[in-house]
């Protein structure tokens, strides 16, 4: 079942602008991860954040995670043409099943 | 090796016939799965494999029968399709089913009904 809405639905910008990206939540989650999917291929795991920790960065990318709003965000920085992708965040619960959003699809251009 | 495979990439068939998706992954995990991801949506769970044990079915209908031979392996066995259930299959591993993982995603097998 579907539990995350992420925005924008769309982003497009620059190449070396930044890329932020939202994801909301309903229920208590034991994690929370994003993922890329470039051009309806399979998800590529890009990052986890646990329920007790409140930002963790990977590289380029920043996640951040307010359990009392129930959100997330992924921030990119200085995008490339290569992260033009559709991006997804991921909810899991008690179980083992990721619950995926709706997904924001980015284009960056050069 | 951290590559979850698919085979095939593409496949094409008509109501009638009986096809299926074979996925493949050596890197220990436990738990597999299956999920189908239609055109701007976001995937939807269809089975999950733990130990090779079926622990989850989201209700999806008979003519999807997962198989899990072994731990390295998982099938998807479809029969009597319809044309809506054209989507990109997607197959998944995770070192366990429950706790902190993340999951591994293979390319994905593009199924198209006639």
């Known amino acids: 079942s579907q539990q995350g809405e992420e925005d924008p639905q769309a982003l497009s910008i620059q190449e070396g602008e930044n890329a932020t990206m939202n994801c909301s939540y309903k229920?208590?989650?034991?994690?929370l991860q994003w993922y890329r999917q470039n051009s309806g291929r399979g998800l590529v795991h890009l990052i986890l954040?646990?329920?007790?920790?409140r930002e963790k960065h990977s590289g380029r990318l920043r996640v951040t995670l307010d359990t009392s709003k129930k959100s997330s965000s992924l921030l990119i920085t200085a995008s490339r043409a290569a992260d033009t992708a559709s991006y997804f965040c991921a909810t899991v619960d008690s179980g083992y099943a990721l619950n995926f959003g709706k997904g924001t699809s980015l284009l960056v251009t050069p | 090796d951290t590559e979850v495979t698919q085979t095939p990439k593409h496949l094409v068939m008509g109501m009638t016939n009986k096809k299926s998706l074979k996925c493949e992954q050596h890197?220990?995990?436990?738990?597999m799965y299956w999920y189908k991801q239609k055109a701007k949506k976001p995937p939807e769970l269809m089975f999950v494999y733990s130990y090779e044990k079926l622990s989850i079915n989201e209700s999806v209908p008979s003519r999807f029968s997962p198989e899990c031979p072994n731990s390295s392996l998982l099938n998807l066995h479809l029969h009597a399709l319809q044309p809506e259930d054209s989507a990109l299959y997607l197959c998944a591993s995770s070192p366990r089913d429950r706790g902190v993982h993340e999951q591994y995603f293979g390319p994905g097998t593009r199924l198209t009904v006639t």
């Open positions: 229920t208590s989650i034991n994690n």
């Open positions: 954040i646990r329920s007790n920790e």
């Open positions: 890197m220990g995990h436990r738990a």
